[in-house]
């Protein structure tokens, strides 16, 4: 059965690693691969393992095809680009928890609408006159687009994300339209009302106290009203599991739900109907399993809890027993048949191999341990063994997790999760009644946070590795398997020792005289990193957004840890615009910065920050990099130095090429430095994103670049880059680029037979997975 559930998720990890999905010609190849299986049942019997292999075969072109006719179907439900920005008008229903915010964002379950509207869609209301709740009926005027976020190396994939979960394309309500909630039945989406119902209760009962999103995600696993701080704390100390209802809190929930309805045979009227204790237990723990799960949203954690439930339950009604490792499979197999697209999630590694990992600590001992030992054991297998999921999923790891689960997953199983759901209940009969009982679970979390803060501020708290290459990782691998398995000490040892190169990996850097350029996908922004041999400057932090997010924080510093990078050498933000400054105070938090160079209103800057000028110049690794403008004290151009034209222009020289970064400048700053014999560069990135007040025809001319870059967000209201600022770029011999169709442009220069040529990689088509725009 192992093989079989082996070979069935290998088909379903295939598909969802193809970057498009084969046409008809691939679906008559899979079809003859199916038939050749099993034509080939008769000859299998002939050789010893023919059986075995030939079924593991027929899991595996099983497990494509239902992949592949899941993704298929998903794929053709989304947004054609035809529809993108017209006003169109649906007709749904709310089928989401909308965040509280003054900008409601919730899913939409389409029922009517025009001709290729997906029937799913996530939407934000700007400026909402009246908030949606779930389950109500409404008629919305939209404006759509095609799945779209940051591509960038390291950075969390929003587009995977979206598809994961079946949105077809965002957008948001227009004002103004015919906006109108709808006469709904009162039986539509009982469950996503009831969810709304038990957390204004909640809400009601907690009196707004800040850990309200806490006891509202342990309870309904809505988790929309805690603080960005409180996902950092969380995250930073490896409690984030702690916040899912998952494997932990339903199972938990259904053997004490188990415990009480063995009880059942105490009732006189339970064996009249031939009831005994294990009846309910099963039907009891069962029951207590599938409405903590419904209530929850039926997320991911809780489909695969629930399924290994009704696994066990179901045998334990037959009277029958399952080994551990082929209910695992029986689990698997069932988890890929309900949900295709299981695989793309990363908590669905960590569970499984969690139980794995589990299973090889508690297995081959020869001796019995005591509760506590065991609990270690425990913890530090799961610490060790999740090393390489968690380093391919996140690339990090929180080094203080071990001792902050120690403290808080016996007390979120134990007290925590029964106070809040006893108080959940009372709640919802009265809300003073569970201001009551929350109250036990309030004084716990407000008595343990001081503890996971201050270890979420160690500095030593989370380890951000690089991505390693394959030869160190598949040493890491085989390293914690190793370790974890019950075997001699000088196994252990040598499993010990397989690890190493991954905590001494140094991700590779340019040679020195040579220099890497980054322009990361930030949407309507700029941030853009070089790095020499051993230096990095990042220009330009991107912009802020209402969430309290930045894309420094999304985009940038994933980049960088991703890249290995521990500090960096000097931040320039180019001038005080919100695109291009709004994640300076994020950067500055998150990383050493060694010096800060700043353009014309940046206002968040430190005190020690120095002020960009002509005639700046420094050199690392045989790379030279000068300032070009602004440049001070120049009589009434002075003035302008307050707006666009004040931008930080930097020059890059290298062994074989240069690139000119030129923040917002516009006609006026383009003149001046051309005025100043302005040398041509082999890339260049764009002014003010393509607009029209820049890039003008001499200032291209002069540069003659072989390599633009546009850094745009995708379908951005400007309408940047221009058309006509692109052919003036093209017809100048350069090869233009966009971050909003590119991702994050990497660009090298590769000496090739006497001539450098500048190497351009795009993310969304170096990584590019089928459901890409």
Same mark, same amino acid.
């Given at each position: 059965m192992g093989a079989i559930a082996l070979a069935f998720l290998a088909g379903h990890c295939a598909v969802h690693n193809l970057s498009r999905l084969p046409g008809r010609a691939g679906l008559a190849i899979l079809?003859?691969?199916?038939?050749?299986?099993?034509?080939?049942? /008769?000859?299998?019997?002939r050789w010893r393992g023919g059986t075995a292999?030939?079924?593991?075969?027929?899991?595996?072109?099983?497990?494509?095809?239902? *992949?592949?006719?899941?993704?298929?179907?998903?794929?053709?439900? &989304?947004?054609?680009?035809?529809?993108?920005?017209?006003?169109?008008?649906?007709?749904?229903?709310?089928?989401?928890?909308?965040?509280?915010?003054? &900008?409601?964002?919730?899913?939409?379950?389409?029922? &009517?609408?025009?001709? &290729?509207?997906?029937?799913?869609?996530?939407?934000?209301?700007?400026?909402?006159?009246?908030?949606?709740?779930?389950?109500?009926?409404?008629?919305?005027?939209? /404006?759509?687009? /095609?799945?779209?976020?940051?591509?960038?190396?390291?950075?969390?994939?929003?587009?995977?994300?979206?598809?994961?979960?079946?949105?077809?394309?965002?957008?948001?309500?227009?004002?103004?339209?015919?906006?109108?909630?709808?006469?709904?039945?009162?039986?539509?989406?009982?469950?996503?009302?009831?969810?709304? $119902?038990?957390? @204004?209760?909640?809400?009601?009962? *907690?009196?707004?106290?800040?850990?309200?999103g806490v006891l509202q995600g342990l309870a309904i696993g809505d988790t929309?009203?805690?603080?960005?701080?409180? $996902? =950092?704390?969380?995250? *930073?100390?490896?409690?984030?599991?702690?916040?899912?209802?998952?494997?932990?809190?339903?199972?938990?929930?259904?053997?004490?739900?188990?415990?009480?309805?063995?009880?059942?045979?105490?009732?006189?009227?339970?064996?009249?109907?031939?009831?005994?204790?294990?009846?309910?237990?099963?039907?009891?723990?069962? @029951?207590?399993?599938?409405?903590?799960?419904?209530?929850?949203? +039926?997320?991911?954690?809780?489909? =695969?809890?629930?399924?290994?439930?009704?696994?066990?339950?179901?045998?334990?009604w037959r009277r029958r027993t399952l080994g551990i490792g082929r209910s695992l499979s029986v689990a698997v197999v069932a988890i890929l048949l309900l949900d295709p697209f299981a695989p793309l999630a990363p908590g669905a590694w960590l569970s499984f191999v969690a139980v794995m990992v589990i299973l090889m600590a508690v297995s081959g001992r020869l001796t019995r341990e005591g509760a506590i030992v065991s609990f270690c054991r425990v913890q530090l297998a799961v610490t060790i063994g999740l090393i390489p999921v968690l380093l391919v999923a996140f690339g990090n790891l929180s080094l203080v997790a071990p001792l902050a689960n120690a403290v808080a997953a016996p007390a979120f199983t134990v007290l925590i999760v029964p106070g809040v759901l006893l108080g959940t209940l009372a709640a919802a009969i009265h809300p003073a009644a569970g201001a009551l009982l929350l109250q036990f679970p309030v004084?716990?979390?407000?008595?343990?946070?001081? +503890?996971?803060?201050?270890?979420?501020?160690?500095?030593?708290?989370?380890?951000?590795?690089?991505?390693?290459?394959?030869?160190?990782?598949?040493?890491?691998?085989?390293?914690?398997?190793?370790?974890?398995?019950?075997?001699?000490?000088?196994?252990?040892?040598?499993?010990?020792?397989?690890?190493?190169?991954?905590?001494?990996? /140094?991700?590779?850097?340019?040679?020195?005289?040579?220099?890497?350029?980054?322009?990361?996908d930030v949407g309507q922004g700029l941030a853009v990193v070089v790095r020499t041999h051993s230096h990095v400057l990042v220009y330009d932090t991107g912009p802020a957004f209402q969430s309290g997010r930045s894309a420094a924080e999304l985009a940038v510093l994933p980049f960088l840890r991703h890249a290995g990078v521990t500090h960096i050498d000097m931040l320039m933000v180019s001038h005080g615009d919100q695109d291009h400054s709004g994640g300076l105070r994020d950067m500055l938090a998150a990383l050493p910065v060694r010096a800060v160079s700043v353009g014309a209103a940046v206002n968040q800057a430190p005190p020690d920050r120095i002020e960009c000028e002509r005639g700046q110049q420094w050199r690392w690794d045989d790379v030279t990099f000068t300032v070009l403008h602004p440049q001070f004290g120049a009589g009434a151009q002075a003035e302008s130095r307050r707006d666009n034209d004040g931008s930080c222009v930097l020059r890059i020289s290298g062994r074989d090429g240069s690139a000119l970064l030129t923040g917002d400048i516009e006609a006026a700053a383009e003149r001046e430095l051309l005025e100043r014999e302005l040398r041509p560069a082999s890339v260049v990135v764009a002014p003010h994103h393509g607009s029209d007040t820049s890039s003008s025809s001499l200032f291209v001319a002069g540069l003659r670049p072989d390599v633009t870059i546009f850094s745009t967000g995708y379908r951005n209201r400007w309408n940047f880059p221009r058309p006509a600022v692109v052919e003036r770029w093209r017809a100048a011999g350069a090869r233009n680029y966009d971050t909003s169709a590119s991702g994050a442009i990497r660009v090298t220069f590769d000496p090739h037979e006497g001539r450098v040529a500048a190497r351009v990689f795009e993310h969304r088509h170096t990584q590019r997975r089928y459901w890409t725009r």
């Open positions: 079809v003859l691969a199916l038939m050749t299986t099993l034509a080939g049942g /008769r000859f299998a019997a292999v030939r079924t593991a075969m027929m899991a595996a072109l099983l497990g494509v095809s239902w *992949a592949w006719g899941h993704a298929a179907l998903r794929l053709a439900n &989304d947004l054609p680009a035809a529809l993108e920005g017209q006003d169109l008008v649906v007709r749904g229903w709310i089928a989401s928890l909308p965040d509280s915010s003054v &900008d409601p964002q919730f899913v939409l379950e389409v029922v &009517d609408a025009a001709p &290729d509207v997906p029937m799913r869609l996530s939407l934000t209301w700007y400026r909402a006159p009246l908030a949606p709740q779930p389950g109500e009926h409404w008629q919305l005027t939209v /404006r759509l687009k /095609r799945r779209s976020g940051f591509a960038n190396p390291g950075g969390f994939d929003y587009e995977g994300y979206l598809f994961r979960e079946g949105l077809g394309a965002t957008g948001y309500v227009r004002d103004g339209g015919d906006n109108r909630r709808l006469e709904s039945s009162p039986q539509g989406y009982v469950i996503a009302r009831v969810r709304a $119902w038990i957390g @204004s209760r909640i809400a009601e009962a *907690a009196g707004g106290h800040e850990m309200l929309r009203t805690m603080t960005v701080d409180q $996902w =950092r704390v969380f995250t *930073a100390t490896g409690t984030t599991h702690l916040m899912a209802i998952s494997g932990l809190h339903v199972g938990m929930v259904a053997m004490l739900a188990a415990w009480c309805g063995g009880n059942i045979v105490r009732w006189r009227g339970a064996q009249s109907f031939g009831l005994t204790a294990m009846h309910g237990q099963v039907l009891a723990g069962m @029951s207590a399993a599938v409405i903590y799960s419904v209530l929850a949203g +039926l997320s991911i954690p809780t489909q =695969r809890t629930l399924v290994m439930l009704c696994i066990y339950f179901g045998l334990r004084l716990l979390l407000d008595a343990g946070w001081p +503890l996971l803060e201050w270890l979420a501020r160690h500095p030593l708290a989370v380890w951000h590795a690089p991505q390693p290459s394959w030869p160190v990782f598949v040493a890491l691998v085989a390293g914690v398997a190793l370790t974890m398995l019950p075997a001699i000490w000088p196994l252990r040892i040598a499993g010990a020792l397989l690890c190493l190169p991954m905590m001494f990996y /140094r991700a590779p850097t340019p040679a020195p005289g040579a220099f890497e350029l980054t322009v990361l």
